[in-house]
C-alpha cells in the first residue's frame, strides 16, 4: 500500500516573532533573579561593613562649642479643675540658654584606611579636629526673652558633640581665653545626639570669650558638621581621592586630586538662619548615609523633646569608594533587556532573512548564556573587582555564544557576526556604566539605529504568508 508523508508546515514569519517575543519575556523571570542577587549580595556586603565599624565608630557627626547656661523663669501654667473651670498657676522652671559663636574656625585633617571582613571592605578613618572659636552676649539680650539677671553662670557649660562617643579615643581639650579646662564626658549638643564631651565655663558673660579647641575622632564612611550661630569656616583635607561632598551646603572652593582632596566651606548666619541665644537646641540634623537620609540617634540625659529645636543643618564629607561594584552591576542588570533583544533579533533575522532555521529551544539556551554574564560578572567582582570581572565575565560568554552559533547558524561567517555584535553590545555597556549621564542618550541612539536596520533588513518580509514549503512526496 502506497505510504505519503507530509512535512509540518513551517511557520511564517510573524509567528516566528510571536515565539521569539514569548522567549524573550519567559527570559525575564531569571533576569529579575538576579536582580534580587544583586541586591541581596549588597545587603551582605553592607552587614560585614557595619560588622567592620561596629567596633570602630559610625558616621560622625560633629558639632560646637556651644555655651550652655541654665536659668530660672516663671511660666504660666494652666489646668482643668473640677465643673470644666480652667485655672492657672505661676510656676518656677529651670532651662537652658544655649550661646552659638560669633565665629568659629574649624580646621579638620581626615586620615583614612580600608578595613576588610572576607571580601567585603569598609572605609574607616581618623581625623584629627582643631578649631578657634569667639563668644560674645548680645546687647539686646532681653529682646531674647531673657534677662541676664536670670543666667546662672556659676554652672555654665561650654559643650562639644561627637555623635558616636566610642571614636572619641584621641583625646579632647577645651581652652578659654587661654585656660585650660577640664574635660568631662557626655552632655553633647542635640545636633550630635547628646553625646560628646563638655567642661564648666569660668565666664560672667561679660567681654569676648576666645575658645580654642582640639580632639581625635575616628570613624567610617563620612564625616559631617553642624554649623550654627555666626561665621562657619571649615578646613578639610585628606589624602583620599574619591570624596563626595553633600549636606546643606557645598565647599566655596575644593581641589581633588589623585593625592587626596582639599575643600573650604564658609558659611554665615544669614544662610544659618538661626539666633545667636535660644532655649531650644538645634536637633540632630538630616544626613546622607548613603542609602537616603536618616536622623542621628539621640541619647539625651539634659535636655527634654520640646528643648530640641528644628534639625541643625550639615556640611558632609565622604569617603566613597572609587567604585561602588554593587550599584554598576545592578545597572548592568537593568541592561539584560537590551542584550537579550539584541541577540535574539540577530537570531531571528539570520532565521527569516538568512534562510537559517532557529527553534526556541536554541533562543532558550542562548538567553540563559546572555544573563549568566551577570551572575559571574556579580561573582568575579566581590574578589577581583569590577573592571577585571567585566572583561573576564564577558569574554567567557561571548566564546561560548559564539561556538554555539556556529552549530546553531550552520556557518562560522554567521558566528563570527554574533562575536562581532556581542563584543560591540559588551563594549558598550561598559561605556553606558563609565558615562552615566550619556547614557540614556547613547541608548536611544542605539535603539533608533537598531530599529531602522531591522526595518530595512525586513523591508520584503511577508509577515503573514508560510515560508518554505517541502514538496509532499508519495512513495509505493
Same mark, same amino acid.
Given at each position: ?13 510573524? %509567528? ?32 560585614? !561593613? ?24 516663671v511660666?504660666?501654667?494652666?489646668? !482643668? ?11 518656677e ?15 579638620t ?5 580600608e ?8 572605609v ?17 539680650l ?7 539677671? !536670670?543666667?546662672?553662670?556659676d ?11 566610642r ?10 581665653d587661654g ?9 553633647? @549638643?542635640?545636633a ?9 565655663l @569660668?565666664?560672667?558673660g ?5 575658645v580654642?579647641?582640639?580632639?581625635g ?17 571649615w ?17 566655596d572652593?575644593? !581641589? ?5 582632596f ?8 544669614l544662610?544659618?538662619?538661626q ?7 538645634l ?13 542621628v540617634?539621640m ?9 530640641i529645636?528644628? @534639625? ?25 533587556f ?8 540577530? #537570531? ?38 569590577f573592571?577585571?570581572?567585566?572583561v573576564?565575565?564577558?569574554?567567557? %560568554? ?18 563570527? #557576526? ?11 555597556? #561598559? ?18 539605529a ?25 512513495s509505493?
Amino acid at each position: 500500500m502506497p505510504e505519503i508523508s507530509f512535512p509540518s508546515p513551517e511557520r511564517s514569519p510573524g %509567528i516566528k516573532l510571536l515565539f521569539v517575543a514569548i522567549v524573550a519575556a519567559v527570559l525575564t523571570i531569571p533576569l529579575l533573579l538576579v536582580y534580587a542577587l544583586v541586591y541581596d549580595r549588597q545587603s551582605q556586603s553592607q552587614t560585614a !561593613q557595619a560588622a567592620i565599624n561596629a567596633g570602630w565608630g559610625g558616621q560622625q557627626v560633629i558639632a560646637g562649642p556651644v555655651v550652655a547656661v541654665p536659668y530660672r523663669s516663671v511660666e504660666t501654667q494652666t489646668e !482643668q479643675v473640677a465643673g470644666g473651670q480652667s485655672v492657672s498657676r505661676s510656676v518656677e522652671v529651670e532651662r537652658t540658654l544655649y550661646i552659638s559663636p560669633l565665629a568659629n574656625r574649624v580646621v579638620t585633617r581626615i586620615d583614612p584606611q580600608e578595613r576588610q571582613k572576607s571580601i567585603y571592605k569598609s572605609v574607616l578613618y581618623t581625623a584629627r579636629v582643631e578649631g578657634a572659636a569667639r563668644f560674645a552676649m548680645p546687647g539686646d539680650l532681653a529682646r531674647f526673652g531673657v534677662s541676664a539677671e !536670670q543666667l546662672q553662670w556659676d554652672r555654665a557649660e561650654l559643650r562639644m558633640g561627637v555623635s558616636d562617643a566610642r571614636g572619641l579615643t584621641g583625646g579632647g581639650t577645651l581652652r578659654a581665653d587661654g585656660r585650660v579646662l577640664a574635660t568631662e564626658p557626655g552632655r553633647g @549638643p542635640a545636633a550630635s545626639g547628646g553625646q560628646g564631651f563638655f567642661a564648666f565655663l @569660668p565666664w560672667s558673660g561679660e567681654g569676648e570669650l576666645r575658645v580654642d579647641y582640639a580632639y581625635g575622632v575616628r570613624g567610617s564612611g563620612a564625616l559631617t558638621l553642624v554649623p550654627r550661630g555666626g561665621a562657619t569656616t571649615w578646613q578639610v583635607s585628606s589624602p583620599w581621592a574619591s570624596p563626595s561632598f553633600t549636606g546643606s551646603f557645598l565647599p566655596d572652593r575644593r !581641589q581633588v586630586s589623585d593625592d587626596g582632596f582639599t575643600a573650604r566651606y564658609l558659611v554665615n548666619k544669614l544662610a544659618l538662619g538661626q539666633p545667636p541665644v535660644a532655649s531650644v537646641d538645634l536637633g540632630p540634623p538630616q544626613v546622607d548615609t548613603g542609602a537616603g537620609a536618616a536622623m542621628v540617634a539621640m541619647d539625651r540625659t539634659d535636655a527634654t523633646p520640646a528643648e530640641i529645636g528644628a @534639625p541643625g543643618r550639615a556640611l558632609t564629607v565622604g569617603l566613597v569608594e572609587p567604585v561602588d561594584l554593587y550599584s554598576k552591576v545592578d545597572r548592568s542588570v537593568k541592561y539584560g533587556f537590551l542584550f537579550i533583544g539584541f541577540t535574539f533579533l540577530a #537570531f531571528f533575522l539570520f532565521d527569516v532573512v538568512g534562510g537559517a532555521r532557529v527553534a526556541a529551544a536554541e533562543y532558550l539556551l542562548t538567553g540563559a548564556g546572555l544573563v549568566l554574564f551577570f551572575v559571574l560578572l556579580l561573582a568575579f567582582a566581590e574578589v577581583i573587582g569590577f573592571t577585571a570581572a567585566y572583561v573576564l565575565a564577558s569574554a567567557a %560568554i561571548i566564546g561560548l555564544l559564539t561556538a554555539y552559533s556556529a552549530a546553531v547558524l550552520k556557518t562560522w561567517k554567521r558566528a563570527r #557576526f554574533m562575536a562581532a555584535l556581542l563584543v560591540g553590545l559588551y563594549a558598550l555597556l #561598559f561605556v553606558l556604566l563609565s558615562l552615566e549621564a550619556w547614557s540614556l542618550l547613547i541608548g536611544a541612539v542605539l535603539l533608533f539605529a537598531a530599529l531602522a536596520g531591522v526595518m530595512y533588513a525586513t523591508r520584503n518580509v511577508d509577515w503573514s504568508a508560510v515560508g518554505r514549503r517541502e514538496e509532499v512526496s508519495a512513495s509505493a
